[in-house]
């Protein structure tokens, strides 16, 4: 896992308003965008950072995931302003700092969970956040958990190689 910097604030901050401006732009439902968003092409710039060499708004993100997937009434379930700013915050976060591409994080937590958690996640530390998440689903590994796992190993390959002596 890295640590956030300078450019992962910057994707952090325009992914979220681009997921906030969804409420007030009133088409398909917020887990209906969410997974077109986090499936589209343009996501693949916020992965490889080429969107900070742009000069995209969240309006023109939002615009790309039209042309992509075309205006759709389809769902009616609406997510809170805060609610949607929190989600592609925490989306972009995790992508940013465990180096994984937004179509992975978006197949590990889906946006039903994560507004489940938002009352009390939402004042947390968005690395605190994305941990405790993790460690309800099973899916975080300590460092005590990793270096057990390693002795278990060689261990068990000492033992093999003294059996063949």
Known sequence: MKKIDKDGLMLCELQAKTFEITFSKGSSSSEIFIRRFMNSKIVTQFDNLGILQSNLQE?????????EYGLSEYGSVKYSKNELYWIGYIYRYYSYTYDIPSKQVYKIIKPKELRGVFLPYHSLDPSQAIERILEAKGLLISDEDEINRQYKILRKNILKNKSRV
């Not at 939002?62 to 042309?67: A, K, N």
């Open 59 to 67: 309006k023109d993100v939002l615009q790309c995931v039209d042309e």
